[in-house]
C-alpha cells in the first residue's frame, strides 16, 4: 500500500482534535407539512434513533434525513454542517421507522433540486414493514404526501430499501421483500430467503412504475446497494447460492436477462442473518468498488475490492480483526476512493478511514478519525467535485462532520 507522506501519528491527533470541535447537535423539527396515515403500524416506544441518511447535492450542500420521536426530519447546511436548516417534517404523524445501521433513511438531490427520500416503516407483525417514498420539488420546504412503493398489498417484509437516481429524472429504488416466500408457503412449497424486487420513475418520483422481481432467494436483513453505471443501475445484495452459502452477488436492473454476478467467493456456510451487508460505489470509469463482511471459510473480516469488466482486484482486508471492523462504507468521484468503517476496542469505539488517489490501485494506511464511548451510528463518507466529508452520528458527542478534503488531496477533479 502506498502511504501517506504525512506522519500518521500527527494526523490521527488532528482529526481527534478537530473532530471534538466540530461535533453538532442537530436541531429540532418545524411544523408539519403533509399527513399520512398508517394501518397496522407496530407500537414502538419514541427512542433514539442514531442511524441517518446524507447526502450532498450538486451545489455541495449537505443534507440529513433522521429520526426524532417517530417522525422524519430533513435539513440541510450551507457550510459543511457547522449550521443546518430549521427542520422540514415529511412524516408529521408518528411512524415507526426503520432506524438501525442496516436499515435507515435515503436521501439523494437530483441536478433540478428535487429532494428524494425513501424509508422502511415498521409494522406490528414481526418483520413486518413497507418501503415508503416522498419527494420535496420546492427545495427541501415542504414534501408530499408519503407513499408505499412496495405494490402487493400484503402484510410481510419489505425492508432493506436502496435508492439511486442518474440526476436526469430516473429514480430506482430496490429492497428486499417476503412476497415470492409467503406465496410458496401458502402452497407448501420451500422457498430459501426472500426476494430483490425494485420500482422506478422516470419523472423524478412523480409517477412509479409496478414493482418488478430482480431476483429470488436472496438473503433476509442485509442492506441492499445502489450504484449508477453508464448502462444503469446495479446493485449489491448478500445472495443464497447453493444450499446457504451466502456471498454477495450484482445484478443489472436493465439487463435481468443476463442474471446476477457473483463477486464474492468466501464460501460463508450460514442458515442465518448476518446482518452485515455490503456498499457499492462507481467511479469515473465505470469500475465497482465494493466492500463488504464475511465469516466463510476462504475469507473473514470486513473486505474491498474493486471491478473493472471482467477483471478483479484481490480482496483486501479492512481494520484490526481484534477490533472487529464492520459495517464499511465506500465513496468515489473520478479516481478517489474512501473507505469508513468502525471498530470497537473493548472500550471505545472508532470511526476509521482509509483512501485512494488513484481508483484503488493503491491506498493510504487506515486513519482513526473519532472516538466515541456510547452508542454510535456507522460511519459514513460523502464525496463530490470538490469536497469529502465523514460524518458519525453518536449518542454522547452528537452529529459530528469532518472534512478530510485537503487531507486526501485530490488531484483527479
Not at 67 to 92: A, N
Not at 146 to 175: C, K, M, Q, Y
Not at 391 to 412: A, K, M
Amino acid at each position: 500500500m502506498k502511504k501517506s507522506t504525512f506522519s500518521l501519528f500527527v494526523l490521527t491527533g488532528f482529526f481527534l482534535v478537530f473532530a471534538s470541535a466540530v461535533a453538532i447537535a442537530a436541531g429540532s423539527g418545524a411544523d408539519g407539512l403533509t399527513q399520512q396515515s398508517s394501518v397496522m403500524q407496530a407500537s414502538i416506544p419514541p427512542r433514539t434513533v442514531l442511524a441517518i441518511g446524507v447526502t450532498l447535492d450538486q451545489e455541495g450542500r449537505l443534507w440529513l434525513a433522521r429520526v426524532v420521536d417517530q417522525r422524519l426530519l430533513v435539513s440541510r447546511s450551507e457550510d459543511d454542517g457547522k449550521h443546518f436548516s430549521e427542520s422540514v417534517v415529511v412524516t408529521p404523524v408518528p411512524e415507526n421507522i426503520g432506524g438501525d445501521g442496516e436499515n435507515r433513511p435515503k436521501i439523494r438531490v437530483a441536478r433540478d433540486g428535487t429532494v428524494l427520500i425513501t424509508w422502511t416503516e415498521l409494522l406490528a407483525e414481526k418483520y413486518a414493514g413497507n418501503i415508503k417514498f416522498s419527494r420535496s420539488i420546492d427545495s427541501g420546504r415542504s414534501f408530499s404526501e408519503p407513499i408505499i412503493l412496495n405494490d402487493d398489498g400484503r402484510v410481510t417484509s419489505h425492508r432493506f430499501d436502496s435508492l439511486a437516481i442518474d440526476g436526469e429524472g430516473r429514480v430506482v429504488v430496490a429492497w428486499l421483500d417476503a412476497r415470492d416466500r409467503d406465496a410458496a408457503r401458502e402452497k407448501g412449497e420451500e422457498f430459501k430467503g426472500v426476494s430483490l424486487y425494485s420500482s422506478q420513475s422516470f419523472d423524478n418520483g412523480a409517477h412509479f412504475e409496478r414493482n418488478r422481481q430482480i431476483h429470488q432467494h436472496t438473503c433476509e436483513c442485509c442492506r441492499t446497494a445502489l450504484a449508477w453505471t453508464s448502462e444503469g443501475p446495479v446493485v449489491l445484495l448478500r445472495n443464497i447460492f447453493d444450499t446457504n452459502t451466502r456471498d454477495f452477488a450484482v445484478p443489472s436492473l436493465d439487463k435481468l436477462e443476463a442474471g446476477i454476478r457473483r463477486v464474492t467467493r468466501d464460501e460463508w456456510q450460514i442458515d442465518a442473518c448476518p446482518h452485515n451487508g455490503g456498499s457499492l460505489a462507481t467511479d469515473g470509469k465505470d469500475r465497482l468498488h465494493l466492500t463488504w463482511f464475511t465469516n466463510g471459510t476462504a475469507g473473514q473480516g470486513q473486505f474491498y475490492k474493486r471491478i473493472s469488466g471482467t477483471l478483479e482486484s484481490k480482496p483486501m482486508a479492512l481494520g484490526d480483526m481484534d477490533a472487529q471492523p464492520n459495517h464499511a462504507a465506500v465513496v468515489a468521484y473520478g479516481e478517489t476512493v474512501i473507505l469508513t468503517w468502525r471498530e470497537f476496542d473493548g472500550n471505545v469505539y472508532s470511526a476509521k478511514m482509509m483512501f485512494s488517489n488513484d481508483g484503488g490501485e493503491t491506498w493510504s494506511e487506515p486513519w482513526r478519525l473519532m472516538l466515541s464511548a456510547g452508542a454510535n451510528d456507522y460511519p459514513m463518507p460523502l464525496i463530490s467535485s470538490d469536497k469529502a466529508l465523514i460524518v458519525w452520528n453518536t449518542e454522547n458527542e452528537g452529529l459530528r462532520i469532518l472534512p478530510v478534503e485537503r487531507v486526501i488531496n485530490r488531484s483527479d477533479s
